[in-house]
């Protein structure tokens, strides 16, 4: 992603290139100065006993602290909006995961997109749970109630170590060949394809549900490469930039707003280009416009989806810009860092590990080969939003369909755009289920 982002940038007007030069060289004078005077305030410490450094940026849960507990009930995204809430330590900060369910039901592990934290996923967890599974759902680092690791990028290294550090942390087994399900809703469809490319035996079976991975790169326009790549302009100006970027309009925020802090008054909104509608029944069909708050928004149906705490998408984006301030640097790196775009290579090492896992051989005399652990019938259940403008379904399916064979995918399409996670949360939990009875009853035979 940061080479298309160079390359791209050999396009952008002159006298954008050159102001941006202007402010890396003051910004690079800037640092030099403060780096010099940390030095010298080191150096006069007189002995003082210096303080550890911190390795992470707190979250809301830390620095929200002094809220009252009815400001704290009534914002976006409340602490307990779920049940079995906890908080882990690790070396990397704290992560906020929910953990309930029947303690004998099949594991189920949920992964969010980019910018809405886990209660996104809460009705498809509440119906699992309904169905008899235990689920765990986790915010990603910087987002939610979680903390922001410094000093690393957020790159699939770091995400699968996050996921395998909330397996540690029940009290429960979730480890182990065929330890849980995976579901990965938007950039956790992306992050769940490269897991179960290299943990494949940990896994029952993998569902995603408008996931990211295979997102073609002509959908990303010349200044989001610019805005998202490194070394062009100045970390502080991206932050600044992208936050404007991706504060809301005040009529967007408005009811369950962003807690003890008042709207924005003057928010810069983006119009993305049009890209054609995946279904000709939709309404506008060719005519889907991207708009607004996140660089994958899915418009005004995904900002207005409401969550399980009564609040919109919106407003749950506008609370964490005003109140994480770990935010937007981990929505940045995530952008450059982690698998969204056209990762064909981590597509293709699931289509071997899928391939391993089908049953071979039909004829009772021979002798079948010993089938691998886990991804039960070695095919993915894609769940695809009709009308999604994110992740078209009729680019998706070629695609996927052409790295992974027609027999190592299952697809089905809801009445639904980019949200479709939020909105058909119901629907998108019992066709997981079914999925999972197929593919075990067809093991079996």
Known sequence: ??????????????????????????????????????????????????????????????????????????????????????????????????????????????????????????????????????????????????????????????????????????????????????????????????????????????TLVAGAGLIRSGHIGWMTRLLYSSGILPEWLLESLTRSRLMPAKQQSEGRGPGPTAPPEQPLVVVRPEIPSADPRAPGHGTVRQQSNSDVSGGDSFDNAVLPSGATVVSVMEWQLRSHAGFVRAFISTLRHAPIIEEHEAWRRLASRLAERRVRGTSKDSDQQKLEAGLTGGKVLLVLGASDPVIVMDELVPDATNILGPDGLQTVVLDAGHEVAIVKGPEVARAAIRFWEQTSSTLSL
Request: contains cysteine; hydrophobic residues 40%; aromatic residues 10%.
């Open 1 to 206: 992603m940061q080479t298309a982002a160079l390359a791209c940038a050999r396009k952008v007007p002159p006298s954008i290139l050159a102001g941006a030069a202007f402010i890396a060289v003051v910004s690079a004078i800037g640092a030099v100065i403060v780096r010099g005077r940390s030095v010298q305030n080191e150096g006069t410490t007189n002995g003082a006993q210096k303080r550890l450094p911190k390795f992470w940026i707190d979250s809301p849960s830390k620095t929200q602290l002094g809220i009252s507990a009815h400001e704290a009930e009534n914002l976006p995204y409340p602490q307990n909006v779920l049940p079995g809430g906890r908080d882990v330590e690790t070396p990397y900060g704290s992560i906020h995961v929910f953990e309930w369910g029947p303690e004998d039901g099949e594991r189920v592990l949920l992964l969010h997109g980019i910018s809405t934290p886990c209660l996104a996923l809460g009705g498809v967890a509440h119906t699992l749970v309904e169905s008899g599974y235990r689920v765990m759902l986790f915010d990603f680092f910087g987002r939610g109630y979680s903390d922001t690791p410094l000093g690393l990028p957020f790159d699939l290294r770091l995400y699968s170590t996050q996921i395998l550090l909330v397996l540690a942390s029940s009290s429960l087994p979730w480890t182990g060949d065929g330890g849980f399900h995976l579901i990965g809703y938007s950039l956790g469809g992306g992050v769940a394809v490269a897991f179960a490319s290299y943990f494949p035996h940990m896994l029952r079976s993998l």
